[in-house]
């Protein structure tokens, strides 16, 4: 299958991935995916912050398949 190429810049790149990611771990976990930390700042928690990564690592993969590359900052 030929695709044609989407090409986004950096940010956008990143603020999907993200958002995908974080929505499918929020969605798929039965238990909270943030705790706070010692200065009061809501974070992941570390088990779910290892999630995460593996899920980002599956969402690129599905955008790149889908055709969309990230731009080369200049």
Do not use: A, H
Not at 20 to 28: A, D, G, K, Q, Y
């Amino acid at each position: 299958m030929n695709i044609n190429k989407i090409k986004v810049s950096p940010e956008i790149w990143v603020t999907l991935y993200s958002e995908l990611s974080n929505f499918i771990l929020e969605r798929s976990s039965l238990d909270s995916i943030w705790t706070e930390d010692e200065n009061g700042d809501e974070v992941m928690t570390d088990d779910k912050q290892d999630e995460f990564i593996d899920i980002v690592d599956t969402v690129e993969t599905i955008m790149r398949d889908s055709g969309l590359v990230k731009q080369e900052v200049q």
